[in-house]
Each structure stands twice: as C-alpha cells, then as structure tokens.
Antibody, heavy 116, light 113 residues
Framework: EVQLVDSGGGLVQPGRSLRLSCTTS????????VSWFRQAPGKGLEWVGL??????????EYAASVKGRFTISRDDSKSVAYLQMNSLNTEDTAVYYC???????WGQGTLVTVSS | DIVMTQSPDSLAVSLGERATINCKSS????????????LAWYQQKSGQPPKLLIY???TRESGVPDRFSGSGSGTDFTLTISSLQAEDVAVYYC?????????FGQGTKVEIK
C-alpha cells in the first residue's frame, strides 16, 4: 500500500525556520519526483516546489513565493523528502502536502501556523 | 505558467442529476510520449486533503465510483458526475501536471439544490 506521511508542522514565530518531512512507503520512492503543495485557510491549492529523481538530475524548482527561503531535499535511502522553510512569515500559514508520482500519491498534510 | 480556469465557480444540482465542471488550460497539456493529457481532477471535502478522482484526463482512480468521469483533450476538459449523490458535496479542482509550476483551477463548489 502506498503511503505518504507528512510531519513536522506546528506553530512557529515569524522569521523562524521549520523542517517538514514526507515519509513514504509502498512504492519505489527513488524513481519519482516529489512535490510539495500548500493550502492556506479557506484558499485553493498552491504548488510550492518539486525535486526530481536522481535519474533526472535530482534538481529542484520552486514557486516564486518561496524561492530563496524554502529548500526541498530527499534521502532515497530512507524514502523521505524534506521541506526546509526559512524566514517564515504569516502568509506561509497553510496545510502542507507532499506528493509523488506526478501527484498521484498524496500525503495527509501537516499544518504550519506562523504567528507571534 | 499554465493558467487553469474552471467554470462555474459554484454549482447547485438536485440529487440524482448530472453535474458538469469545465476546465480550460492556457496551453496544451498533451504529453506526446503517450498521447495522453497530464490533467487531473481532485475532490476536496471540508477539512480533508484533496482526493484524486481522475488522472490522464479520463482515467478513474481505483475505488472512485463510476458516476465520475473525465473527458477532453488539449486545452479543454470536463468532469462529469452523472448522478449526484449527497456525499459528492465538495470542492472540485482540476490540475495540470504537465510542467512546473504545477497549477490548479480555482475550484468549483458543488452543492445540493
């Protein structure tokens, strides 16, 4: 069974950092790109970024709204992807989801609240 | 960026009647390697993560009732619920996974009339 478990969310003050994890099982994690999405309260879905598989260079792309502040990485040996979020602001408050396999697989989401 | 535009923004349909949601992309999402469209439909109920309904524009995800169907190609796509049930009340999104940034339609809220 394919599983993606998002974790690491919580309450954080503006300007601080947080790292989210996407722990996966049930599929060949290393073969797929992983994306992160987010959904602010009452809003639609927004793509945050993506990291390609090693076979496709392992490079990452980011939405303009997070470029330079967020970094996506992956550990294929553990089947885990990470979203390092720095310089957080209140507009980053959202539920964050990881996905894989052209977004066919989704995690359940983890809530990040940025507030003083 | 590929802009995804859904219509209508909201829809009220009687139980058992057909619901149709349209999605238009600003450029083609046809993946030439397999001649399929990289277009997905999601259902999101309040407080829940998005649930994949349809991918490759018309392939129903395992376990999704057959009253849900997707059609279209190139830049114009449709999600049809053939006979609306009470449990189908939700917001529906189309998404292109053809390129980055991945983009979604603004969502269509489906309610019971």
């Amino acid at each position: 069974e394919v599983q993606l478990v998002d974790s690491g969310g919580g309450l954080v003050q503006p300007g601080r950092s947080l790292r989210l994890s996407c722990t996966t099982s049930g599929f060949s994690f290393g073969d797929y790109a992983v994306s992160w999405f987010r959904q602010a309260p009452g809003k639609g879905l927004e793509w945050v970024g993506l990291i390609r598989s090693k076979a496709h260079g392992g490079t990452a792309e980011y939405a303009a709204s997070v470029k330079g502040r967020f970094t996506i990485s992956r550990d294929d040996s553990k089947s885990v992807a990470y979203l390092q979020m720095n310089s957080l602001n209140t507009e980053d408050t959202a539920v964050y989801y990881c996905t894989a396999n052209d977004d066919l697989y989704w995690g359940q989401g983890t809530l990040v609240t940025v507030s003083s | 960026d590929i802009v995804m535009t859904q219509s209508p923004d909201s829809l009220a349909v009687s139980l058992g009647e057909r619901a149709t949601i349209n999605c238009k992309s600003s450029q083609s999402v046809l993946y030439r390697s397999n001649n399929k469209n990289k277009l997905a439909w999601y259902q999101q109920k309040s407080g829940q993560p998005p649930k994949l309904l349809i991918y490759w524009a018309s392939t129903r995800e395992s376990g999704v009732p057959d009253r849900f169907s997707g059609s279209g190609s190139g830049t114009d796509f449709t999600l049809t619920i053939s006979s609306l049930q009470a449990e189908d009340v939700a917001v529906y999104y189309c998404q292109q996974y053809y390129t980055v940034p991945r983009t979604f339609g603004q969502g269509t809220k489906v309610e019971i009339k």
